[in-house]
Structure formats: structure tokens, C-alpha cells
């Protein structure tokens, strides 16, 4: 962690604090270590950055530490000012369903300069020994300086107890170029980006107001909350009623009563009408390939199976012939749209809730609940059977859509 810069700094027998530049080279240089006061030699050669070293070798360790401490206090006291750290204060509380919700107030504003009214070294406040502690219209800043030791938590909860505001500079990855001269020194700790704050007493006082004013913001987004659960509930209400009617509706559709009205209505259905010009059969003489008993057939619809079925034999494969090729989607509109063969609506009700209120849904219709896709799709693989259709697998632009083609064309009762 500790660079390997060598002591720039020595205690000038006159002049207090040097930087090694500011004295004459070797012994001539008058200084001695600022923290075993062993006599220094200043070494400025011209290969190695200019440093001081012990005379005669001891085994002091606290040479470098003692200087750079010494140095920093020393610059900070003679520019009076410091380029403080931003501070931004940011407060977090979470809502009544687990949603952090923050608050921030810049405490104080990146590039922030403040000049002292005072700076003292050393102080004892409260117990507490600081490195610097300076004094800003009748409030204080400690500033504590780190090179080798950090201030400990135990330090730091202190100064938070005694609510004193305080910064740390931290000089513990200085490079050589760091220490050359004065000038660079104080670059480097005038740089807000090596401070850090330890205490803001203004955070201290703010943060209180901070959590009043979450507070009162979450206590607006639990109310909407309410609200939201309030037309969700609502929502789902509906949605309850227009499926429970649609189940109603297709178990009245799909009753035995229901088809057998149907079923008498047959021979008579505009579809049959139309369609049976085009087809060689009579209504008692339709083949089975055109009166084939898939789930549903005889309801959705709204016709008897034959009168749907004939209505797609005679157009899709009469009349456009060996080699057309139709899919379900095309199929089921032509049915729909075009020959009036309408299916419930209440279908699309059921297949858009079912999935969502399952508890609704009654055993006997959970099973055979279809739409009129799957219904063709059996009829389709039925006259796949016949020989008469070929399936060609599914239809890329629509899911549960197949294609098929004509193949054969069966005018003769089988
Ligand atoms: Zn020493």
C-alpha cells in the first residue's frame, strides 16, 4: 500500500519544515529528521528524485511518516483553505410493498473552497485529538491527515458523538511526483478527490428533514396503492362476471336441447342453400367424409356439422380444385365473414380468461372448451384420412393454423 517515495521533507535547524530542494545538497544541508532528529544528508544526485537520508544509518521508521504529517499541516495552515469533497446526503426507506424509495440533498456542492477563520494544529476537543482543526464562521472542521494510519471507528464514532464535522486527507498513495516540490505537494492535497468526509454536522440535521419528506412521499404512493388495488379488484370483478356469463352461455349452447334446435334447422340454414348448388348430394344423402363428428361441431358454428362442412367442400375444395392449398385462419374467416357462419363470442371470452380465474371454470366444460380452429383441424385430418386433403404443417404466420392442399376431389357417396 505504501509507495516507495523517499523523505522529501526535513527539520531545517532555522528555518522549521523544508522541502529537500530548498536546502544545499549533503551534510551542508543543515536538517535533521523530523521524527528521531538524527541529522539528515540531502541527497540530490541527479539519477534519483532528491531526497533526505539518515547521516548514520539507524532504524528509523517514522522518519517518513513524521515529515509527510509535518508537511501536510504545515501547507494546509499557510494556503488557509481547502477544496472540500462533495457531499451528497442520501436517505432510503422502503414502502408497504418492499420498494426502496431515496431522497438526496447536495449537503455540500462539488468544488466547494472554504477559507479558514482560524487553523490550529494538534487540538484536544472533547478527548478527542485532531490533526487540524479549523474554525469557519463559528463552526469547526477537523481535518484529520492519513498516511499510514487511518482514522479508526472507534475515533470516528467519537467525532460523530461529539457532532463535529470532519474530513480526511488521505495521503497514503502518494507517487514521487507527488512530493517534488511544494507546489505539487499541495496539488495533490487540495485535490477533493483525496479527501474524504468522516462527519457533516449540517447531514446530520438535514437528514432528519429528509426522512419527514419521504415520509411523507411514500405515505402518497401507499395511498395510491389503494387506489390501484381498489380498480384491480374492480377489474378483476368484471372480469369474473363476463366469464361466468360466457361458461353460462356456452353451456346453454352446447346443451342437447340447444343442438337438437339446431340440428332442425339444418336443411333450412342460408348456408345449405348456397352451398347445395354446388354439391352432388342431398341433404339426406351427404357422405360421411362431409358429416364428421369433431368436438363442438354441432354448436360453434351456430349450425349443424353438415351445413359448415358442405359450405367448405364446396368452395375450398370443389371449387378451387386439386392442388389448392388453404390454412385454418383463411378457413375459419371464410366460414365467419363470408357464409355468416358466426362463432360465439363468448369463445374468445372464455380463451381469454380461463387461464387467469381456472377456480371458474366447471370440470365438465374445463375439458372440451375448444375454438372453432381445433374443431376444423380435426375435420381437415379427417378428410387428410379420406384421402382427399394433405397436411402440410403449420402455418408460419399463425399459431394453431395448418396448411393443407387439395388433393383428390370425392363427388360419390363412399
Ligand atoms: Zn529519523
Same mark, same amino acid.
Given at each position: ?118 487553523? $490550529? &494544529? +494538534?487540538?484536544? %476537543?472533547?478527548?478527542? =485529538? ?5 474554525? *469557519?464562521?463559528? /463552526?469547526?472542521? !477537523? ?82 396503492? $389503494? &387506489? +390501484?388495488?381498489? %380498480?384491480?379488484?374492480? =377489474? ?5 362476471? *363476463?366469464?361466468? /356469463?360466457?361458461? !353460462? ?166
Amino acid at each position: 500500500m505504501i509507495t516507495n517515495i523517499r523523505l522529501p521533507f526535513g527539520l531545517h535547524q532555522d528555518r522549521g519544515l523544508v522541502h529537500v530542494d530548498e536546502v544545499s545538497g549533503g551534510k551542508k544541508c543543515r536538517c535533521v529528521c523530523p521524527s528521531c532528529f538524527a541529522p539528515l544528508i540531502a541527497a540530490k544526485g541527479n539519477l534519483k528524485q532528491h531526497h533526505f537520508k539518515h547521516a548514520v544509518n539507524t532504524s528509523c521508521e517514522n522518519g517518513l511518516e513524521s515529515a509527510v504529517h509535518l508537511a501536510a499541516k504545515k501547507i494546509i495552515k499557510e494556503k488557509n483553505s481547502l477544496t472540500l469533497p462533495e457531499y451528497i446526503l442520501q436517505v432510503s426507506l422502503k414502502d408497504n410493498r418492499g420498494i426502496e424509495h431515496y431522497e438526496n440533498e447536495i449537503i455540500v456542492k462539488k468544488g466547494s473552497v472554504i477559507s479558514f477563520d482560524n487553523i $490550529i &494544529e +494538534e487540538k484536544l %476537543i472533547q478527548n478527542i =485529538k485532531v490533526d487540524l482543526l479549523a474554525r *469557519i464562521n463559528n /463552526k469547526y472542521l !477537523a481535518v484529520e491527515i492519513f498516511y499510514r494510519h487511518k482514522v479508526d471507528d472507534e475515533k470516528s464514532n467519537k467525532i460523530k458523538d461529539i457532532g463535529l464535522s470532519a474530513i480526511e486527507i488521505n495521503l497514503s498513495q502518494l507517487k514521487v511526483n507527488d512530493i517534488k516540490n511544494w507546489d505539487s505537494f499541495w496539488l495533490y492535497i487540495n485535490n477533493p478527490e483525496n479527501i474524504a468526509w468522516l462527519h457533516n454536522v449540517k447531514a446530520d440535521i438535514e437528514k432528519d428533514k429528509l426522512k419527514q419528506r419521504l415520509d411523507v412521499k411514500i405515505k402518497e404512493v401507499e395511498k395510491r396503492y $389503494i &387506489e +390501484e388495488d381498489k %380498480i384491480f379488484k374492480m =377489474k378483476q370483478e368484471k372480469e369474473k362476471k *363476463i366469464l361466468k /356469463k360466457s361458461i !353460462a352461455k356456452i353451456e346453454q349452447l352446447s346443451s342437447l336441447e340447444s343442438i337438437n334446435k339446431i340440428k332442425k334447422l339444418g336443411v333450412s340454414h342460408q348456408a345449405w342453400i348456397n352451398a347445395k348448388k354446388y354439391i352432388p348430394f342431398s341433404w339426406d344423402d351427404i357422405p360421411c367424409f362431409l358429416n364428421v363428428n369433431t368436438p363442438n361441431c354441432d354448436w360453434i358454428y351456430g349450425c349443424d356439422r353438415r351445413v359448415w362442412q358442405v359450405s367448405v367442400y364446396s368452395y375450398f375444395i370443389l371449387k378451387l380444385g386439386v392442388g389448392a392449398l388453404f390454412t385454418t385462419k383463411n378457413v375459419d374467416k371464410w366460414l365467419q365473414n363470408t357464409v355468416g357462419c358466426k362463432v360465439p363470442s363468448e369463445i374468445k371470452s372464455v380463451f381469454t380468461y380461463k387461464n387467469k380465474y381456472p377456480q371458474l371454470i366447471p370440470n365438465r366444460i374445463g375439458e372440451s372448451i375448444t375454438s372453432s380452429w381445433k374443431t376444423l383441424n380435426i375435420f381437415f385430418r379427417c378428410l387428410c384420412d379420406y384421402g382427399i386433403l394433405r397436411y402440410l404443417g403449420p402455418d408460419d404466420s399463425k399459431s394453431g393454423s395448418y396448411l393443407y392442399e387439395v388433393i383428390s376431389i370425392k363427388t360419390q357417396k363412399e
